[in-house]
C-alpha cells in the first residue's frame, strides 16, 4: 500500500477527473486510490475461484497439469531469459552483469500465438523494450498467418522506469490483449504494480528477465528460468545415442525450470525432489509452435541441483 | 458596369495528351444495367469515330489496331478533382467556381493590374496550366456565357473578346455555346438553327413561346442584357479558437484555464464538422518576445477533451511566458473524420472495455508517443524481399498513415520462407572467427563475442542473394553480396545462424534461436 502511495501521480493521471466540477482535494484522490485498491482486493477474493478457471492452456500438457490448467490468465508471469556465454555459468555475478542475456522468445512467441487463438481476446498485442522485439519472421504464423504481426506494435522504452509506465499505460488500455516487456531491473514494487494492472484487466502480462534477477523479489504468478538444453555426451541426455547427422538436425532446445506457482494449490512448492519442475522445451519450426520435448528423462534432481548452486554462487 | 467585368473561362480535356503515333486512346467507359457503353473519348478515340453513348464493344471495334486504355468513368472523383483544381486556381483570382464537368470560371475584374496586359494575363494562365500537363481552352470575355461559348466552340484555342464585341463573337458560334439542354440544341436542329446568330435575329416573343423563357435567359445572359455572377469556391474556414488578454498574463494558471476553455470551443467546432483533431498547434502571443508555439501530434483523429487536455497540459506546464502572455489561440491544423460516438451510459471503465476499440488505442498510442518521443512506437510489416535484414522493415507509427491492424493484405504463402529464421536477428551481423574443415563447408569451431564454441551439428547452406538487378545496382552495399546460412548447434546448445560472405569469405553470426 505504502509502495502505491510514494507515486501516486501515475494514478491520478488517470483515475482522477479532471474535468469534473470541481478538482478534487488531496484526500479525496487518496480516499478514491484507497476505493479503487480495496475494490481490487474484494474482487480478487471474491473470484478466487472463478480465476481458477481462468487460465490460457500453454499446449504443453505436462505443463499445464503441473500448474493446474496453464496459465493464469489476469496475472504477471516472469521468464527469466539465457546469458549467453560462459561466465554466467560459471558463477561470476559481477561479470555476468555485463553479460549479454537473451530474452526466450520462442516460447513467449508460442504463448502469444496460444493467447491470440482464444476467443474473447482483444486485438493488439504490446511488445515493450527493445530488447524483448522478435524478428519478425517468427511472428508470421505456419502457412503465412500474419494475423500476429499486424495486431502487434513495438515500443521503445528505455530504463526501468520508462518500461513501468509504458506497461501500465498497455494494461490498461482496453485495446491490448496482452503485454510482453523487456522487466530487466524491475523491483518488487514494479512487478507488483503490473501484476495489479494484469488482474484488473484481466489480461497476462509476461515479463522477460535477465537470469541474474532470480533473486529479486517479484510479484509474478510463475517465474519460469530458460536454459539452453546442451545435448549431454554422457549417455544420460534424448540424445546420447543419435549420432547421426540426417536423422538429427540442429535443433533449438531449452530446460524451463518453473521456479514459482502462486496459487497452484495450497502449500505446493516445488520441492527439491517432489514432482517435476522441470520441462524441455522445443522449437517445432514447421508448426510453429514450442513443443515439450517428449522423451524426457533428464533427472529432475539434477536440474534442481544445478539451479540451486546457481542461486548459492550468486548469493 | 458591364464593361468591367471580365470572367476567364478555361474547358480542358482531361484525357487529350500530346498525340503520338504510337500513344494508345483512352476511353473511359461506363456500365449500365450490364451494358458497357462509352462516357468519354479522348482525341484520337473521337478521331476514329469514337462517340460518347455509343456501345464498348462498338468503340473497340472502331479502335481496332490500336492500344486502348479502357478506363471506369468516375464523375464523382472527376468532380472532386475539379474542385481541386479549381482551389489550386485561387491563385489568379479570389472568385473560381468549379463549372461541372469540364470547365472553370474565374472572375478576373480587378485582377488585371496584378498580371499586365489582358494578353499576358492569360498566356500565364495557359503556361500554369501547361505545367500541369492540362492542355486547356482559354476565353476572356465580358460575360460569362461568352465565355464558356466561346472557350469550347471558337476555332482559336485562346481567345479574348474585346467588350463590345460579344453578339460579333457569339454569332457564328453553335447553339450548343448556350449552356442549354441537348434536348433543346435538337429541337432547334429540326427547325434549322444551327449558329447563335440566328437566334439573335428571331423575335423573342416567338422563342419564349417555343422554347421557353429558359432559352431566353441563356441568350441574354451570354449577350450581357442580364447579370450573372459565379458562386465561389468557398475555402474551408479553419478550426480555431483564440482569444486575447486585457494585458499581459503572466500567472500560468491563467493561461491553462484559458486554454481549457478555448479546447472545449474547439472541440464543439469539431462537433458539428464531425471532424477529430490530428495536430492541434497552440500559440501564445507574448510581449515583446516571439510567440511561443508547441503543437501535439495524434495517430488517431480525437475530440476528446480529456485526452487532449492530458497531452495538452504537461507542455503547458512546460511554456515559456516570458514578460507575459497578450493572446492565446488554438488552431486544429490537421483534420481527420470521426463519426458521431453513441455516448456510454455511465463513464465506467467496463462500458469503455466493451468499445474496445481504435480511439482507445489512439488515446494509448498518443500518450506513449508523447512521452517517448515520436519515433519510438512502431511495428513491422512484411516486405517483398528474401534479404533477412530488410523483410521485416521496422516504421514508426507516426509516419504510416494507417493505424496498427487496419490493412489486410492478401496473405500470399511465404509463410515457409520464415520457418527457417531466427527469433532473433541483429541489425549488423557479428564478425566471428570460424574453423572450417571443409573450404565450402560448415563450420566446426567458432569464436563469436570472446568465446570459443565447438560446432555439435550444423544444417545447411543456404544461400540468400540478392536479385541481379538489385545487386548491381548497389543500394545496400551491407547486402550486396550473396551469402550462405548455415544454421550450428554448439556444445551450450545455442543454435546460432552463421553466415559466409561470398565474397570477402568472412563468417558472421547473424542471428539466433533465442
Known amino acids: ?315 | 458596369m458591364r464593361e468591367h467585368r471580365r470572367t476567364t473561362a478555361c474547358a480542358g480535356r482531361r484525357d487529350a495528351s500530346p498525340s503520338a503515333e504510337s500513344a494508345p486512346a483512352v476511353v473511359l467507359a461506363a456500365a449500365e444495367r450490364g451494358k458497357q457503353w462509352v462516357a468519354c473519348a479522348c482525341e484520337r478515340a473521337e478521331a476514329r469515330g469514337v462517340r460518347p453513348g455509343m456501345s464498348l464493344a462498338h468503340a473497340k471495334a472502331l479502335l481496332k489496331g490500336m492500344h486502348v486504355w479502357e478506363k471506369p468513368f468516375t464523375p464523382a472523383e472527376d468532380a472532386q478533382a475539379l474542385r481541386r483544381l479549381a482551389r489550386w486556381a485561387g491563385r489568379f483570382s479570389p472568385v473560381v467556381a468549379a463549372d461541372e464537368p469540364d470547365g472553370l470560371l474565374l472572375e478576373m475584374s480587378g485582377c488585371e493590374g496584378l498580371f499586365g496586359e489582358d494578353r499576358d494575363m492569360i498566356s500565364r494562365i495557359d503556361a500554369s496550366f501547361k505545367k500541369l500537363n492540362l492542355p486547356v481552352r482559354l476565353a476572356l470575355a465580358p460575360t460569362i456565357g461568352c465565355a464558356w461559348a466561346v472557350a469550347r466552340f471558337a476555332a482559336d484555342r485562346i481567345r479574348i473578346v474585346a467588350p463590345r464585341r460579344v453578339r460579333e463573337e457569339l454569332t457564328p458560334l453553335p447553339v450548343a455555346g448556350l449552356r442549354i439542354p441537348p434536348l433543346f440544341v435538337e429541337a432547334l436542329h429540326e427547325v434549322g438553327i444551327e449558329r447563335i446568330g440566328s437566334l439573335f435575329d428571331l423575335p423573342r416573343e416567338e422563342l419564349a413561346c417555343r422554347f421557353g423563357a429558359d432559352l431566353l435567359r441563356r441568350l441574354d445572359q451570354a449577350a450581357g442584357q442580364v447579370g450573372e455572377i459565379i458562386t465561389p469556391l468557398r475555402p474551408a474556414t479553419p478550426i480555431e479558437a483564440a482569444r486575447g488578454f486585457d494585458g499581459p498574463v503572466t500567472n500560468p494558471d491563467a493561461i491553462e484555464v484559458t486554454v481549457r476553455e478555448l479546447l472545449f470551443a474547439l472541440v464543439l467546432q469539431l462537433e458539428e464538422r464531425a471532424c477529430g483533431v490530428r495536430t492541434l498547434d497552440v500559440v501564445l502571443q507574448r510581449v515583446s518576445a516571439e510567440p511561443y508555439r508547441f503543437s501535439i501530434a495524434l495517430s488517431h483523429p480525437n475530440r476528446d477533451v480529456r485526452h487532449l487536455w492530458t497531452l495538452l497540459r504537461p507542455k503547458i506546464e512546460r511554456a515559456e511566458l516570458g514578460w507575459g502572455v497578450e493572446s492565446v489561440s488554438l488552431h486544429a491544423s490537421r483534420l481527420g473524420r470521426l463519426t458521431a460516438r453513441q455516448l456510454p451510459l455511465a463513464q465506467a471503465e467496463p462500458q469503455r472495455e466493451e468499445q474496445g476499440d481504435e480511439s482507445s488505442l489512439g488515446e494509448f498510442l498518443d500518450l506513449l508517443m508523447d512521452r517517448l518521443g515520436r519515433g519510438a512506437v512502431g511495428r513491422m510489416a512484411a516486405a517483398e524481399t528474401y534479404v533477412p535484414e530488410e523483410a521485416f522493415p521496422w516504421r514508426a507509427l507516426s509516419e504510416t498513415r494507417t493505424a496498427v491492424g487496419a490493412d489486410s493484405r492478401a496473405g500470399e504463402s511465404r509463410g515457409a520462407a520464415w520457418k527457417d529464421r531466427p527469433s532473433q536477428l541483429f541489425s549488423v551481423p557479428e564478425p566471428a572467427q570460424v574453423i572450417s574443415p571443409a573450404p565450402d563447408g560448415p563450420p566446426s569451431w567458432l569464436r563469436w563475442r570472446g568465446e570459443e564454441c565447438l560446432v555439435r551439428r550444423s544444417r545447411g547452406p543456404e544461400r540468400l542473394a540478392l536479385p541481379w538487378w538489385e545487386a548491381k545496382r548497389g543500394t545496400s552495399p551491407s547486402s550486396n553480396a550473396a551469402r550462405d546460412y548455415y544454421e550450428v548447434e554448439d556444445d551450450q546448445g545455442r543454435l546460432l545462424w552463421v553466415f559466409r560472405d561470398l565474397t570477402t569469405h568472412g563468417w558472421f553470426v547473424h542471428g539466433l534461436w533465442a
Not at chain 1, 481462468?54 to 499445464?64: F, P, S
Not at chain 1, 528505455?158 to 499505460?169: F, I, N, Q, S
Open chain 1, 1 to 315: 500500500m505504502t509502495g502505491f502511495l510514494r507515486k501516486p501521480n501515475i494514478y491520478l493521471t488517470k483515475d482522477v477527473p479532471v474535468f469534473g466540477e470541481r478538482e478534487m482535494s488531496l484526500g479525496d484522490q487518496i480516499h478514491a486510490i484507497e476505493e479503487r485498491f480495496g475494490a481490487t482486493v474484494v474482487r480478487s477474493g471474491a473470484l478466487g475461484e472463478r480465476e481458477e478457471l481462468r487460465r490460457l492452456e500453454t499446449g504443453w500438457a505436462d505443463i499445464d497439469a503441473a500448474m493446474g490448467g496453464g496459465l493464469a490468465i489476469a496475472a504477471l508471469h516472469e521468464w527469466f531469459g539465457v546469458a549467453s556465454g560462459r561466465r554466467f555459468a560459471a558463477g561470476r555475478a559481477e561479470d555476468a552483469r555485463r553479460e549479454v542475456w537473451r530474452p526466450p522468445l520462442l516460447p513467449l512467441v508460442h504463448l502469444v500465438k496460444r493467447a491470440m487463438n482464444r476467443g474473447s481476446f482483444p486485438p493488439r498485442v504490446a511488445w515493450i523494450g527493445r530488447r524483448c522485439f522478435p524478428y519478425g519472421g517468427v511472428l508470421v504464423g505456419a502457412g503465412g498467418d500474419e494475423r500476429l504481426l499486424e495486431r502487434s506494435f513495438f515500443v521503445t522504452a528505455e530504463g526501468p522506469v520508462d518500461r513501468l509506465w509504458a506497461v501500465e499505460l498497455a494494461l490498461r488500455c482496453p485495446a491490448v490483449g496482452l503485454v510482453i516487456a523487456d522487466g530487466s531491473a524491475f523491483d518488487m514494487t514494479a512487478t507488483r504494480r503490473v501484476q495489479l494492472a494484469a488482474r484488473a484487466r484481466q489480461i497476462p502480462a509476461l515479463l522477460v528477465r535477465p537470469p541474474w534477477e532470480t533473486r529479486e523479489l517479484s510479484a509474478a504468478q510463475t517465474r519460469w528460468l530458460l536454459r539452453w538444453a546442451e545435448r549431454s555426451r554422457e549417455g544420460s541426455g534424448p540424445d546420447a545415442e543419435e549420432t547421426d547427422e540426417e536423422s538429427n538436425p540442429p535443433r533449438s532446445r531449452w530446460s524451463a525450470e518453473l521456479l514459482r506457482c502462486k496459487g497452484r494449490s495450497a502449500g505446493w512448492v516445488p520441492a527439491e525432489d517432489s514432482g517435476p519442475c522441470a520441462w524441455t522445451l522445443e522449437w517445432d519450426r514447421d508448426q510453429s509452435v514450442v513443443r515439450v520435448f517428449p522423451a524426457l528423462v533428464r533427472p529432475v534432481g539434477d536440474a534442481r541441483a544445478s539451479a540451486n548452486d546457481r542461486l548459492r554462487r550468486q548469493a
